[in-house]
């Protein structure tokens, strides 16, 4: 089946440990995009890609690393200078030319041990 | 920049009823406009996106929106809500000049009672 995957779907980090998030899509996208979500906070971004090999920060890049290898991986880092990761994680793709249409991931809940 | 608020963070209505949830945006032009659904603890799932034509747009599970440019809104109704309905929605703009990040409001809880 096509899609976006996530995992894990639960995370947990302890103190001053970097964690990585997978995000695969076998959709053949060419964007991807990393958002975090707190409650009553929204979406926020934290990084994009719109092609392999490169990447741009979004609103909330501190503590966070990504690459773009693959067109299929985006995997995003949460590094220990992220000093409040505690969140739901949401992954999103978009074909080029698709007019801005996201489609997401199910997500991974990263909590603090 | 663009911008999206959705003034209403909590809704509750009864099954059977109907619904309206607000949306307005802050764009230069017109932008292209989305409504996306989560149920707890998953992704979001697209219901419905305008780009331009008729201002009325049919979305998936009987939900419509209306853009008013006048207004600058892209409100999302349905007619008759059921207990499923239950769930978050958020309303998004996207840009103009490509793949460029959507921006969502901070969304708005719909709760179904009985």
């Known amino acids: 089946d096509g899609g976006i995957t996530q995992s894990p779907k639960y995370l947990f980090r302890k103190e001053g440990q970097n964690v990585t998030l997978s995000c695969e899509q076998n959709l053949n996208h060419d964007a991807m995009y990393w958002y975090r979500q707190d409650p009553g906070q929204g979406l926020r971004l934290i990084y994009y890609s719109q092609i392999v090999n490169d990447f741009q920060k979004g609103d909330i890049a501190e503590g966070y690393s990504v690459s773009r290898e693959k067109k299929e991986s985006f995997p995003l880092t949460v590094t220990s200078a992220q000093k409040n990761p505690t969140a739901f994680y949401l992954c999103a793709s978009s074909p080029d030319g698709a007019k801005n249409i996201q489609y997401f991931g199910a997500g991974t809940r990263l909590s603090v041990l | 920049a663009q911008s999206v608020t959705q003034p209403d963070i909590h809704i509750t209505v009864s099954e059977g009823a109907s619904l309206e949830l607000r949306c307005n945006y802050s764009?230069?032009?017109?932008?292209?406009l989305f409504w996306y659904v989560q149920s707890p603890g998953q992704g979001l799932q697209l219901l419905l996106k305008y780009f331009s034509g008729d201002t009325l747009v049919q979305g998936i599970k009987g939900f419509e929106a209306e853009f008013k440019r006048s207004q600058s809104s892209f409100n999302l109704r349905k007619p008759s809500v059921h207990w499923s309905d239950a769930a978050e929605y958020f309303c998004a703009v996207g840009s103009l000049s490509g793949n460029t990040p959507l921006v969502f409001g901070k969304g708005t809880r719909l709760s179904v009672i009985a």
């Open positions: 764009y230069g032009a017109t932008p292209y």
